[in-house]
């Protein structure tokens, strides 16, 4: 049987990454049409890499925490059947399900740990910071951009997203408030393909109602249960 998992912030609070949208989270800090918009980057760029010079620097002090391991450890012992037995997407930026051991990581929303050109589309590892004035090393421009997704855009892979959940027979969204789409809208294709859906998360969420079944509690304690049962199953 092929898993689809889908994390969110939830996975990397526990790793003392702030989460979005839970009180105190980061959009009750800045606004997010300053911080996280195109409009808001041709405004005032400087404001925007200060935002994301600063999530990056939290992540690389962050430690990738026992839900980001079980995971590592579901994609080496899952069975594979022929389509890879495991896809993993996630809406993070951080790179913490790499730093775990995580193969193959889908970022549907970019990666913070990536700068990408506005003006050639080149992509390379960003330095710990970025200014407006820095040069993209392909063309020279200066429009060099954190390699995230911004609200208004489009994430990365939706193909590949698309074909995974089609042919899914188990979906798991972990740690994911069901605020942001697409991703809100996985859960809806999985079941359309006829797949089983659970939902592990902090409390219920917006979307729980549209889950087979849904545990809660925090990540690094539910995940690795999780993963323990299916592989005993499995
Ligand atoms: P969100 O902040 O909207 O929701 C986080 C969810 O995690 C909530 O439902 C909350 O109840 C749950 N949660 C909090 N602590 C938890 C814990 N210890 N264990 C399990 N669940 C816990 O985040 P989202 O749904 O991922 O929102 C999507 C957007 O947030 C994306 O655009 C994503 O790129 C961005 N984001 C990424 C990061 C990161 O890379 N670490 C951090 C914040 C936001």
Same mark, same amino acid.
Request: neutral net charge.
């Given at each position: 049987?092929?898993?689809?998992i889908l994390t969110g912030a939830g996975i990397s609070a526990e790793s003392g990454l702030g989460t979005f949208r839970d009180k105190g989270g980061l959009w009750a800090q800045y606004d997010l049409r300053e911080v996280a918009t195109p409009?808001?980057?041709?405004?005032?760029?400087?404001?925007?890499?200060?935002?994301?010079?600063?999530?990056?620097?939290?992540?690389?002090?962050?430690?990738?925490?026992?839900? @980001? /391991?079980?995971?590592? +450890?579901?994609?080496?012992?899952?069975?594979?059947? #022929?389509?890879?037995?495991?896809?993993?997407?996630?809406?993070?930026?951080?790179?913490?399900?790499?730093?775990?051991?995580?193969?193959?990581?889908? @970022?549907?929303?970019?990666?913070?740990?990536?700068?990408?050109?506005?003006?050639?589309?080149? /992509?390379?590892?960003?330095?710990? %910071?970025?200014?407006?004035?820095?040069?993209?090393?392909?063309?020279?421009? /200066?429009?060099?951009?954190?390699?995230?997704?911004?609200?208004?855009?489009?994430?990365? @892979?939706?193909?590949?997203?698309?074909?995974?959940?089609?042919?899914?027979?188990?979906?798991?969204?972990?740690?994911?408030?069901?605020?942001?789409?697409?991703?809100?809208?996985?859960?809806? %294709?999985?079941?359309?393909?006829?797949?089983?859906?659970?939902?592990?998360?902090?409390? +219920?969420?917006?979307?729980?109602?549209?889950?087979?079944?849904?545990?809660?509690?925090?990540?690094? /304690?539910?995940?690795?249960?999780?993963?323990?049962?299916?592989?005993?199953? #499995?």
């Amino acid at each position: 049987m092929e898993i689809v998992i889908l994390t969110g912030a939830g996975i990397s609070a526990e790793s003392g990454l702030g989460t979005f949208r839970d009180k105190g989270g980061l959009w009750a800090q800045y606004d997010l049409r300053e911080v996280a918009t195109p409009e808001g980057f041709a405004r005032n760029p400087g404001l925007v890499h200060d935002f994301y010079n600063a999530r990056r620097a939290n992540m690389r002090a962050a430690r990738p925490n026992a839900a @980001h /391991r079980a995971l590592v +450890r579901l994609a080496r012992d899952w069975p594979r059947d #022929g389509h890879g037995g495991l896809t993993l997407i996630t809406q993070n930026v951080d790179d913490l399900h790499e730093r775990a051991g995580s193969p193959d990581v889908i @970022h549907m929303h970019g990666e913070l740990g990536r700068a990408l050109c506005a003006a050639c589309g080149a /992509r390379w590892d960003a330095p710990d %910071e970025m200014h407006p004035l820095d040069p993209c090393p392909a063309c020279g421009a /200066r429009a060099t951009r954190p390699d995230v997704v911004w609200f208004g855009e489009i994430p990365y @892979h939706m193909e590949r997203i698309g074909a995974a959940l089609r042919r899914c027979g188990l979906f798991v969204a972990i740690g994911t408030s069901g605020q942001v789409y697409p991703a809100a809208g996985f859960v809806a %294709e999985a079941r359309a393909a006829g797949a089983d859906t659970l939902e592990l998360n902090l409390e +219920r969420s917006q979307t729980s109602h549209l889950f087979d079944r849904v545990e809660t509690g925090k990540a690094g /304690r539910i995940v690795p249960a999780f993963v323990d049962r299916l592989l005993q199953a #499995g």
